[in-house]
């Protein structure tokens, strides 16, 4: 074996999140999807792990304002409750809230996405 040296791979920011979107999918392999792109399934579960981890980093393309039409009757201001489901991975978790504290769950909202 001569000169030759190993390197490693690297994976921009817009690969990494698009293998993990691919990977927070219900019913999904992440050695599949590892395999699909050409990465080692090891690199992919460290990529996870690392987002789990991170409280400050936010994947590219999840930090855009999504504008959401309401059907009429919310629109109106007839709904009970403010209801928001959360995913990270295979854990989902719904957060109900009354309405009339919508102020204090727009400063929850604010704080957990910081």
């Keep these: 074996m ?3 040296r190993a390197t490693r791979r690297r994976y921009g920011a817009d690969v990494k999140a698009q293998v993990l979107a691919e990977c927070d999918e219900p019913g999904t392999s992440v050695a ?3 395999m699909a792109h050409g990465i080692n399934a090891n690199v992919v579960h460290r ?5 789990r981890e991170s409280t400050v980093a936010v994947k590219p393309g999840n930090s855009e304002f999504v504008p959401v039409t309401l059907p009429a009757e ?6 009970d409750d403010i209801q928001i489901q959360l995913r990270r991975g295979t854990t989902a978790m ?3 809230w009354p309405v009339s504290a919508a102020t204090d769950f727009a400063t929850w909202m604010r704080e957990l996405l910081r």
């Design 2 to 4: 001569g000169s030759e």
């Design 32 to 34: 599949k999807i590892a």
């Design 47 to 51: 990529w996870r792990q690392l987002a």
């Design 74 to 79: 919310l629109a109106r201001g007839q709904a």
């Design 94 to 96: 719904t957060i109900t």
